[in-house]
């Protein structure tokens, strides 16, 4: 990924994060069987987040980033 494919999908991932943090906030409605776990769409984009975040630093710098265990 390039950096504008980078930006792109930091961007989609900010958007479902919004989506999902606002959706989380609605009160629960008695009598819906299902809820969507909007918490869990949260976590899950906010691990997205950081991944991308780093992407985008190596991508910025020109150095990969190497686990510590690698070194």
Avoid: K, N, Y
Avoid at 21 to 48: E, F, N, S
């Amino acid at each position: 990924m390039d950096l504008t494919e980078t930006g792109l999908a930091l961007g989609g991932v900010l958007a479902i994060i919004l989506v999902a943090g606002w959706r989380a906030r609605q009160p629960w409605r008695p009598g819906r069987v299902w809820r969507v776990p909007w918490h869990a769409i949260m976590a899950v984009a906010l691990v997205l987040l950081l991944g991308l975040v780093a992407h985008l630093g190596s991508l910025i710098t020109g150095e990969t980033i190497t686990p510590r265990a690698l070194r």
